[in-house]
Structure formats: structure tokens, C-alpha cells
């Protein structure tokens, strides 16, 4: 089955200790981003990439690293993980950048930073 | 600048009647425009797109969406709401290749 695998899909974490959010596709996708979901905000981009070894900023990239080593992988990393990180994320991957086939999403991952 | 606003945070229809979500756009570019549903603790489902062909497009589950250039509107309709409609909706426009703008959602209410 295609799709994007996200791992953990819930994380409570305590400020300052380094996370990783895990983001796998297996549908040999270039494109690939990473959102976060706030109510009332709608999703925002915090990274892309756009093949490996290809990674940009979005509109939120503060706080966030992110690396990709291979096509099927994009992790997300909190090196010092703060209260307002607290989140619902998206991972999600696409052949052609979302234009004409749109993305393809993960279940989520929802942060606590206390 | 570009941005994409969902006129209403919150919609509640019953069951079997029209559904009608706005969405308008701001762009300087020609955009794409897209649609997608989220139910609860699910992931985003695209629900259909429109990227400069037909202007009315058709989408899963008995969805449309049509297109108006002149009003900057790209509104989804569904002729007859049924309870497994109720989800979150959001509007998405794509500007450039990498940049796409995500509406603030709407929550379809379907009452029985």
C-alpha cells in the first residue's frame, strides 16, 4: 500500500531534550515537507526537500532541522524542543512537488513540549 | 502577497442537504488550487484540484469545486451531506513549485 509513514504518532517530551520525528514514503517520491497544524492557523511549512540531499526552508523553519539521505527518509529534528513546538505534524510526500497529483500525507504526530 | 482565507471556521448542515464551503484566494501568479479533508486523527486526503484546466472539478465522494477567476473564489459544494461528510476541510493554493498556502480549515457538521 502507498503511503507515508510517520513515527511516533504521539510524543510527550520535557523542554531542552533532542527529539526525532521519523517520516518514511515508499512510493519513490522526490518531493517531500514537513507541516505543522495549530488550530485556527491551518498548516504551515517548516521544511521541504525536493530530492536527496535537496532540503529548503519554509514559512516556520525556526527551531527545526532536517536531513535527507535517502529518497524514502525525511526526518525531523528538535534539537532543544520548546513549549511553543507543541504541535501537530505532517509529513507529506509527492512525484511532482503537490502541483498535479497534490500530496500524499502521514497520519501526524502530535507534540508536547512541557 | 498570497494567501488563501476560508470564510467560515465552522458549518453545520443536516443530513440529505446542500454543502457549501468558501474559499477565496489572493495570488499574482495563475495558482493551483486544491482541496483536502481531514477526519479526526487522520492524516489530509486530497478531495480534488483545479490547475488551469476544467473550471468546475469534479472530486471523491460526490464533491465539486468550481473555479471563478473574477470572484478569486474556488468554493466546494456536495448536492446532499451525509454523516461520514463531517470532517475538517482546507483550501490549499499552490503559487510556486514548492510554496503552498494552507487555508485555516473548516469544520463540516453533519446533523441527522
Known amino acids: 500500500e502507498a503511503q507515508v509513514t510517520q513515527n511516533p504518532r504521539y510524543l510527550i517530551t520535557v523542554t531542552g531534550k533532542k527529539l526525532t520525528v521519523t517520516c518514511s514514503q515508499n512510493?519513490?517520491?522526490?518531493?517531500m515537507s514537513w507541516y505543522r497544524q495549530d488550530p485556527g492557523l491551518g498548516l504551515r511549512q517548516i521544511y521541504y526537500?525536493?530530492?536527496?540531499?535537496?532540503?529548503d526552508k519554509g514559512d516556520v523553519p525556526e527551531g527545526y532541522k532536517v536531513s535527507r539521505k535517502e529518497k524514502r527518509n525525511f526526518p525531523l529534528i528538535l534539537e532543544s524542543p520548546s513549549p511553543n513546538q507543541t504541535s501537530l505534524y505532517f509529513c507529506?510526500?509527492?512525484?511532482?512537488?503537490?502541483?498535479?497529483?497534490?500530496?500524499?500525507f502521514g497520519s501526524g504526530t502530535r507534540l508536547t513540549v512541557v | 502577497a498570497q494567501s488563501v482565507t476560508q470564510l467560515d471556521s465552522h458549518v453545520s448542515v443536516s443530513e440529505g442537504t446542500p454543502v457549501l464551503l468558501r474559499c477565496n484566494y489572493s495570488?499574482?501568479?495563475?495558482?493551483?488550487l486544491f482541496w483536502y479533508v481531514q477526519h479526526p486523527n487522520k492524516g489530509l486526503q486530497l478531495l480534488l484540484k483545479?490547475?488551469?484546466?476544467?473550471?468546475l472539478v469534479k472530486g471523491i465522494n460526490g464533491f465539486e469545486a468550481e473555479f471563478k477567476k473574477s470572484e478569486t473564489s474556488f468554493h466546494l459544494t456536495k448536492p446532499s451531506a451525509h454523516m461520514s461528510d463531517a470532517a475538517e476541510y482546507f483550501c490549499?493554493?499552490?503559487?510556486?513549485?514548492?510554496?503552498?498556502?494552507f487555508g485555516s480549515g473548516t469544520k463540516l457538521n453533519v446533523k441527522p
Open positions: 495570488s499574482s501568479y495563475s495558482p493551483s
Open positions: 526537500s525536493m530530492n536527496v540531499e535537496v532540503t
Open positions: 483545479y490547475t488551469s484546466a476544467a473550471t
Open positions: 512510493m519513490n517520491h522526490e518531493y
Open positions: 507529506a510526500s509527492s512525484s511532482t512537488g503537490g502541483g498535479l497529483y497534490g500530496y500524499t
Open positions: 490549499v493554493v499552490r503559487i510556486l513549485f514548492n510554496k503552498f498556502y
